[in-house]
């Protein structure tokens, strides 16, 4: 499965979401999700953070591709290959969608708080350095 993610970097802040639905559920992540059949990533990534968090997004550049394999015992659960943007926050009012729980703007020094995954912190971290080099 295609997945897609986007860090909005916003007046020096990350957006998070805590995700609703497995996988990770309850965790803190990036917001995102599968893309559909014919989509193209960057629709897919505006269309995910709408639908999660209600704002209107632009994807400004790539900023990370990898796997996710989630394993129970011995079975694949699920593998993702993930692309992750970097965002430039364009409108709309920042509430949580159906399979989130909540959503907040985090600082870069306040990251350690949310536990992210290695992986999603540092896509953030990157997300961060971008934003600065390209005026996000």
Known sequence: MVGVGGVVIHRGRALLIRRGREPLKGEWSIPGGLIELGE????????ELKEETGLAVEP????????RIFKEGRRVRYHFVIVDYVCRLRGGKLRPGSDVVDACWVR????????????????VRTAFQVAKHRRV
Do not use: S
């Open 60 to 67: 400004v550049q790539i900023i990370a591709t990898f796997d």
């Open 40 to 47: 193209e990533l960057a629709a897919g990534v505006r269309r």
């Open 108 to 123: 870069p020094k306040d990251l350690p708080k949310y536990h992210l995954t290695e992986m999603a912190t540092r896509v």
